[in-house]
Every structure is written in structure tokens, then in C-alpha cells.
């Protein structure tokens, strides 16, 4: 494994950086395409080396908030809402994961992009593998953030599947899901396990992260089609620049697994988040941005 360089010149520098999300408005970056027959929502902001940002499970666009506009001050930053999250349309029950892999390299032919830094989180990150697996060329950069891509012990892995599958079925009743969007000590309920501080979420971007986890039909499919996807990670046979930047309190997918992978992993590089659970994008924006922005300075 090759360490990360320092990125604190990089952190500096973004402090010069519109990065305030409220102040933004969004709607002349929001659109919709057509996408192997579904309708994709995705955001388009900044100009420059395309990144693609692909949130996790039960996330959308809106789990990239606190780093869009940081990223986009040099790149041109695509974030999209997977299929069946956020505002698009789902799959089908019989697609397999990949189907999200393909629906991502409609959505770059759509938008003439040939090749793309793409970030993967959580769920999102066994998406960016697949994608990366299938479709090498496409993707010059590949990052991982508390990424889906370990094989944890069974027991641990039902454990996480039902949590998370419980948590989506509380959730998605509306009278709970309206009482955790009004409810301060709710929200922090129900961010604890994602975030190790959810004080460190402003009441808005918590209810904002939170809303598209209340009404997402992609959210047992992900579950089921994601579990039978990890075992075709193959860690030693990527061949894309890598770079893991992981929470050293993630609960869900822990730091030791991490360090395992980015062993694996030829040449790649890890990024430890102090203090941030599984969402450091989130959690710690400011040195999650730095991170990823030295990273994509790199050669390739």
C-alpha cells in the first residue's frame, strides 16, 4: 500500500472556496435524461476533468451537498441519483447490480464523456468497481469512500443487511418519516450508525441527507442485488489509480477491512478520516474535498 501525501497545502486552498451549499441555487444544474428506459436525475456543475460522484444506498444527489461545489471550482462534477433513488426511476427486480454500472456508462455516453475520476460511497463505491471492471477505459481514476466493496464475516453481513432493511421499513412509514424530519433528537437517532457526530450535520443538510432515504423503491432491491454482487470484487486485478478515503469510526464497513483491501489493491493509496464514521464526505467535508482533490491532481 502507498500512503496518501499530505493534503494540507490542498485544504488551505479550498478554504478559498465556495463551498456553502444553502447559498446555491440548484435548479439550473439539475436534469433529467433518459437512460436505457428510465428516467435519470443527475446534476451537472463546474467544468474540467469529469468526476462522477455515485452515492450509497438510500442516498441520491444530495449526499454530495458539502463537496459539489468545492470539487466543481476545478472539475466538472456529475452526481446523479441511482436508479430507483432520489428522483430516478428504478430497475427492474431482475436486473443485478450491473444494470446501475450500465445505466452510468448510458449517462456518460449521453453526455459525450469518454472517461471519467470516478467516487464511489458505500453502496455506490461496489457500483464504481463494477463499472470500473466492465468498462476500464471509461474510468481513469477510481475512489472509494467506506465503499462496499469488503467481504465481511456472515454474520456480520446479515447483521448490517437487517439493520439497514429495518431501518428503511421504520422509515418509510410517513408518519415516522415526517416525525424524523421535524424532530431534532429523531434525526440524530437516525443518523447515529452513519455519522459518529450527527451535531456535526447542520439541521438542514441532516433533514435534507435524511429525505431521500424516506421514499426510496431501489432500497431492498439494492440490498438483495448488492449482496450477490461483492463477491465479484476482485481486488487484485484493478488496474485503475486507486484511492480509499475511509472514516476511522465506520461501524458499518470498519477501518481494518479497509486497510486489507488497499493492501489488495495494487498502488492504492488510503486516506484516513479522524473522528468520521461512514459518511466522511458528510462528516468532514473540508478534508474529504482536499483529499480527493490532490488525488485527482496526481498523474495517471
Not at 457526530?197 to 448488492?226: K, N, Q
Not at 493492501?263 to 480527493?292: K, S, T, V
Request: hydrophobic share 50%.
Amino acid at each position: 500500500m502507498i500512503e496518501a501525501n499530505d493534503a494540507a497545502a490542498t485544504e488551505a486552498a479550498l478554504a478559498e472556496l465556495p463551498t456553502d451549499w444553502t447559498a446555491i441555487d440548484w435548479a439550473p444544474y439539475l436534469n433529467d435524461l433518459n437512460i436505457g428506459g428510465r428516467r435519470i436525475r443527475y446534476v451537472d456543475y463546474g467544468s474540467g476533468t469529469p468526476v462522477l460522484l455515485i452515492h450509497g444506498i438510500g442516498g441520491s444527489w444530495r449526499h454530495w451537498l458539502e463537496n459539489i461545489a468545492a470539487i466543481g471550482a476545478e472539475c466538472r462534477v456529475i452526481a446523479l441519483d441511482l436508479p430507483g433513488f432520489g428522483d430516478s426511476e428504478p430497475l427492474l427486480d431482475t436486473d443485478e447490480l450491473g444494470a446501475n454500472a450500465d445505466a452510468l456508462v448510458g449517462l456518460m455516453d449521453a453526455l459525450e464523456i469518454d472517461a471519467a475520476a470516478v467516487v464511489g460511497h458505500s453502496l455506490g463505491g461496489l457500483v464504481a468497481w463494477l463499472l470500473t471492471g466492465a468498462h476500464p477505459r471509461r474510468v481513469h481514476q477510481l475512489v472509494l469512500v467506506d465503499a462496499a466493496t469488503i467481504t465481511l464475516p456472515a454474520w456480520r453481513t446479515k447483521g448490517i443487511v437487517w439493520s439497514f432493511a429495518a431501518t428503511n421499513w421504520l422509515f418509510s412509514r410517513p408518519p415516522v418519516g415526517r416525525a424524523v424530519l421535524r424532530r431534532p433528537r429523531l434525526r440524530r437517532l437516525a443518523l447515529r450508525g452513519t455519522v459518529a457526530d450527527p451535531e456535526a450535520l447542520s439541521p438542514r443538510l441532516a433533514a435534507t441527507v435524511l429525505s431521500s432515504a424516506l421514499s426510496a423503491p431501489g432500497f431492498r432491491h439494492a440490498l438483495r442485488v448488492g449482496l450477490r454482487a461483492l463477491p465479484l470484487v476482485k481486488p487484485a486485478e484493478m488496474i485503475s489509480p486507486t484511492l480509499l478515503i475511509w472514516g476511522t469510526a465506520d461501524t458499518v464497513f470498519p477501518l481494518t477491512a479497509a486497510r486489507r483491501l488497499a493492501a489488495a489493491i495494487p498502488g492504492a493509496q488510503l486516506i484516513e478520516i479522524a473522528g468520521a464514521a461512514h459518511c466522511p464526505q458528510l462528516e468532514r467535508p473540508a478534508e474529504f474535498n482536499a483529499a480527493l482533490l490532490a488525488f485527482l491532481k496526481q498523474p495517471r
